[in-house]
């Protein structure tokens, strides 16, 4: 399996700009989850999907952040409009976990390095 | 309010050194806690998971302590090598009734090991 995968790697993109950053899971895989990372306050947990439906959204910082999962494979984080202090690396993690982030596994992709001037 | 503080913020140790890096948590009730490896420019990689009934759990030379009563977290590295030199991310799971288990995340340990 390829792993996790996001894309782009990177984007640079002006304030007031849309941005969609996405994932595609593991194969088989039942939880999604996106995180982001700033220098100033490190990992956070922004959203997390189980069976494509969202279970906890409380992370995601204010209604210009919106997370869609349509289908097992594929997921979408959008930021509209953007702002510079959005400004991080936003990573897609997956796992198989029946019991909600119990003790199970999770594997991160390779990151989206998001930058807003 | 859950909080996770990691100690030290940073560590320099020389090749084939011992160290140990500290997680605290006041996080309630308890799940689970997971220590993850983060090399630069990349995502954090699992090391080890932890459920309130271990109390200790090994990856190779990777040896996570929870100590559930203290409420205290230790990740040991025995020989370092140079490829250790990462960030070291320490993660509680709190059962949360309303909606699955929500995670408290610690701001890490840097580590650097020398030649």
């Known amino acids: 399996d390829a792993g996790v995968i996001q894309s782009p790697r990177h984007e640079v993109t002006e304030m007031g700009q849309e941005v969609t950053l996405r994932c595609k899971p593991i194969?088989?895989?039942?939880?999604l989850f996106w995180y982001r990372q700033t220098m100033m306050r490190g990992l956070e947990l922004l959203i997390y999907?189980?069976?494509?439906?969202?279970?906890?959204d409380s992370g995601m910082p204010e209604d210009r952040f919106s997370a869609k999962m349509p289908n097992a494979s594929f997921s979408t984080l959008k930021i509209q409009p953007s702002e510079p202090r959005d400004s991080a690396v936003y990573f897609c993690?997956?796992?198989?976990?029946?019991?909600?982030?119990?003790?199970?596994?999770?594997?991160f992709g390779p990151g989206t390095r998001l930058t807003v001037t | 309010k859950n909080q996770v503080e990691q100690s030290p913020q940073s560590l320099i140790i020389l090749e084939g050194k011992n160290c140990t890096l500290q997680?605290?948590?006041?996080?309630?009730?308890?799940?689970?806690l997971r220590w993850y490896k983060q090399d630069t420019g990349r995502g954090p990689v699992s090391l080890t998971i932890?459920?309130?009934?271990?109390n200790t759990k090994s990856n190779g030379r990777y040896t996570a302590t929870l100590d559930a009563d203290t409420k205290q977290s230790s990740l040991h590295i025995t020989a370092s090598q140079l490829s250790d030199s990462a960030s070291y991310i320490c993660?509680?799971?709190?059962?949360?009734?309303?909606?699955?288990?929500?995670?408290?995340f610690g701001g890490g340990t840097r580590l650097m090991v020398k030649p």
């Open positions: 997680c605290n948590y006041t996080v309630s009730p308890f799940s689970n």
């Open positions: 993660v509680v799971s709190s059962m949360n009734n309303n909606a699955g288990n929500m995670l408290t």
């Open positions: 194969s088989g895989h039942n939880s």
């Open positions: 932890m459920t309130f009934s271990e």
């Open positions: 993690a997956s796992s198989f976990d029946p019991g909600l982030v119990g003790p199970y596994e999770q594997y």
């Open positions: 999907f189980n069976n494509n439906v969202p279970i906890d």
